[in-house]
């Protein structure tokens, strides 16, 4: 099948050359960075962790989020996603690839990184993660590609795949469980230290990567003469509308938690992301462009005449995800390090390098999830009217 | 984690960890890197031992800047500690290493200062280092095993199997740890001669930090900030040992430790309203 990603019109050969423009001066400013080393960024002892881990933390909420459509279709039979269910799938691989070059990216040893699996340390969350992550790769390739091709053939997919595609449910919940744990368990960080946390991750990768969905959906039928229907992209924006309600709603409970009770540490970085801190205010702005965005994307997709006019489905959509990407892309770890230990505010901004690696790695996700959609869709237009069952 | 010292030092003779320990294999490892003497150490004769090692910071004693500063340089000079400035001299924090510096008292013990209290009392500096925690979140969070305790109770750093993921240091609630955020031969004061040729510099991409001076312990030798300070400022010994000095003064007197709510551990112990106890 991978021949259908080299065939296509010039502008699908356009938006190839550019992504891998992008991904071209990505790679540049990376081999300055492994030559130079993480100086190059804007990363310093007090905020060690950035843009790049910020990404990873987000992504993997989007990886997580193709479990949205698979519970549906294959738990409750909801037979409406069967044709979109793989845009799911292969949005989740591109989204665990870029996690892991996110991570890579951040190393200061990168060619070591093998060193985690030769010296395991079960002790250690990473080690959770790099399992769960490359278990969870590996489950979406073989279930997107067996099923995929079952569908180009006109056949039923093989019993043997359902086993694996049962699997992916609880790994899914399970790779956005351990992201989580990399924060819940450290102590003396106290924006992350709290139980909520991987239950926070999960509804806001609930709505995210959904979200995302509905406008990778949309922009699908408006390129390709494949259609994933009018009923799965509402179904879709129903599942957004709630995850984002729980998102929300969990925020609120950190933020009555740590004024309530008075701990001044609790506070803190909610004060130097919301309000500023020792005179530093850099993040205000951004953080409440995200709590605004949120709230307006919640109402927009709560009211069903806003949600079924797709015009405003898709405004509503970018809003949440830019909002969601603030939230935990870059003010979820910034808050973590700010205050530092000694409970002085050393801000963090990332440096042009920095930035164009972060690009260079999403354009080469997004040149992988073209490929990949390439392929699924132009299987999807050979077998139009054909009905598809799992 | 933990092994004996004998072990360790037999590890780190062979895979020469830190290019110290054993004289045999040390020659080569030192080969590799420019400007570094193998240093002459039998190990087995001298090595101080604990069954814990603990220090005791008495701040009374420290009277001026210099008392401070030579306690600071005698570390960063021992252990070739990048020294990274600004254009205009100042310290660039952006890249800065630290092993032992001072921090203000509120800031040493955030939430233990009250709105009374002089500002003399609040900016009063205090030495911090790695604690070197009983039960170490840097440990537990690291995935390479690279920072691991001995069974001294000594929290060390393998450099040379650090993957730099930094978890290290978001665990750390002392901010204790350091990370080379390029070629710490790229400072300054590590261009020329090495303020110490017996003792390896670090490569880029690694976290390093405070090891008790465990390579000093094994000649013998108290750790360097132990000898710079002032008489009685800084004390170094086993506090498993009820008759070490370390351990008399945790008993009899009130001491503070940083952060201890948080069930680290730490073993640096402060002496509040020191005066002459040893």
Same mark, same amino acid.
């Given at each position: ?6 065939? #296509? ?10 992504? #891998? ?31 790049? $881990?910020? +990404? ?24 409406k ?38 010296y395991?340390?079960p ?16 489950l ?24 694996? $595609? ?37 509804a ?12 990778l959906?949309l ?14 992209i +509402? *179904?879709? #924006?129903?599942?957004?509308a ?16 740590a004024?309530y ?17 020792d ?5 205000v702005?951004?953080?409440?462009t ?17 949600r ?5 489905? *898709?405004?509503?959509?970018?809003m949440?995800?830019?909002?969601l990407? $603030? ?9 973590g390090f ?25 354009? $080469? ?12 869709i ?8 054909v009905?598809?069952?799992? | 984690?933990?092994m ?9 003779g062979i895979?020469?960890?830190?290019g ?6 040390s020659?080569?490892?030192?080969a ?34 210099e008392?401070?500063?030579k ?62 925690c ?9 995935p ?19 993957i ?13 740890r350091s990370?080379?955020?390029?070629d ?9 001669e ?9 490569t ?40 070490s ?11 503070i ?22």
């Amino acid at each position: 099948m991978l021949e259908k990603a080299l065939e #296509g019109s010039k502008k699908y050969w356009a938006w190839v050359f550019f992504l #891998g423009g992008l991904a071209a001066v990505g790679c540049y400013f990376y081999f300055q960075q492994f030559m130079y080393g993480l100086g190059i960024t804007g990363l310093h002892r007090d905020v060690t962790w950035g843009l790049y $881990i910020g +990404q990873f933390t987000f992504l993997v909420g989007v990886a997580a989020s193709a479990v949205m459509l698979v519970i549906p279709y294959y738990l409750h039979d909801y037979k409406k996603f069967g044709k979109i269910v793989i845009l799911g799938e292969f949005l989740a691989i591109s989204a665990v690839i870029m996690c892991i070059l996110f991570i890579m990216a951040d190393m200061g040893q990168p060619m070591r990184v093998m060193n985690i699996m030769l010296y395991p340390a079960p002790n250690s969350m990473v080690f959770w993660d790099v399992v769960v992550l490359n278990g969870y790769l590996f489950l979406n390739l073989v279930i997107g590609w067996v099923t995929l091709g079952s569908d180009r053939k006109g056949i039923a997919p093989p019993k043997w795949i359902k086993p694996f $595609i049962y699997l992916s449910i609880p790994w899914a919940i399970s790779i956005h469980t351990v992201t989580a744990f990399l924060y819940a368990g450290i102590p003396g960080r106290h924006f992350w230290l709290s139980a909520i946390l991987a239950a926070r991750f999960l509804a806001s990768a609930f709505a995210g990567g959904p979200s995302l969905l509905i406008i990778l959906a949309l922009i699908v039928r408006k390129v390709t003469k494949f259609d994933p229907g009018k009923e799965p992209i +509402q *179904a879709l #924006g129903k599942i957004v509308a709630y995850a984002m309600f729980a998102n929300i709603f969990f925020l609120g409970l950190e933020v009555f938690t740590a004024f309530y009770s008075g701990i001044p540490g609790h506070a803190h970085p909610f004060h130097y992301l919301y309000a500023g801190l020792d005179g530093h205010s850099e993040l205000v702005p951004m953080m409440w462009t995200s709590s605004i965005f949120a709230v307006v994307s919640l109402v927009m997709l709560w009211v069903p005449g806003i949600r079924k006019n797709e015009g405003t489905l *898709a405004l509503a959509c970018v809003m949440l995800f830019i909002s969601l990407w $603030i939230d935990k892309g870059f003010g979820l770890i910034i808050g973590g390090f700010v205050p530092n230990p000694f409970e002085e505010v050393h801000p963090y901004w990332p440096t042009m390098p920095e930035t164009m690696i972060t690009i260079g790695v999403w354009a $080469i996700g997004l040149l992988i999830l073209t490929f990949l959609y390439k392929i699924a869709i132009t299987v999807r237009e050979q077998t139009v009217g054909v009905e598809i069952d799992h | 984690m933990s092994m004996d010292r004998r072990k360790f030092l037999k590890v780190a003779g062979i895979s020469s960890i830190l290019g110290f320990g054993a004289s045999v294999a040390s020659a080569r490892n030192y080969a590799g890197q420019k400007g570094l003497v193998p240093p002459q150490v039998d190990a087995n004769k001298e090595t101080l031992t604990a069954k814990r090692w603990a220090m005791v910071v008495d701040m009374s004693k420290f009277k001026t800047d210099e008392d401070y500063k030579k306690v600071i340089n005698a570390c960063h000079t021992t252990h070739n500690v990048p020294d990274f400035r600004k254009a205009d001299g100042s310290v660039d924090r952006k890249m800065e290493i630290k092993w032992i510096w001072t921090a203000p008292y509120e800031r040493t013990f955030p939430g233990q200062d009250n709105k009374y209290m002089s500002e003399h009392m609040k900016d009063m500096p205090f030495m911090v280092l790695c604690n070197h925690c009983e039960n170490p979140p840097c440990v537990r969070v690291c995935p390479t095993k690279a920072t691991f305790k001995l069974q001294d109770g000594i929290t060390m750093q393998d450099m040379h199997r650090c993957i730099g993921c930094r978890f290290c240091m978001a665990a750390c609630p002392y901010g204790s740890r350091s990370f080379n955020w390029t070629d710490p031969r790229a400072a300054s004061n590590l261009k020329g001669e090495l303020p110490n040729k017996q003792y390896p510099t670090r490569t880029k991409g690694v976290v390093e930090k405070c090891t008790f001076c465990s390579e000093r312990l094994q000649e013998g030798k108290l750790p360097a900030c132990v000898e710079a300070a002032p008489k009685g400022g800084i004390l170094f010994g086993d506090m498993e040992d009820p008759n070490s000095e370390v351990r008399k003064i945790v008993t009899n007197k009130y001491t503070i430790r940083r952060k201890p709510d948080l069930g680290t551990g730490p073993a640096v112990y402060y002496l509040i309203g020191g005066g002459d106890h040893a």
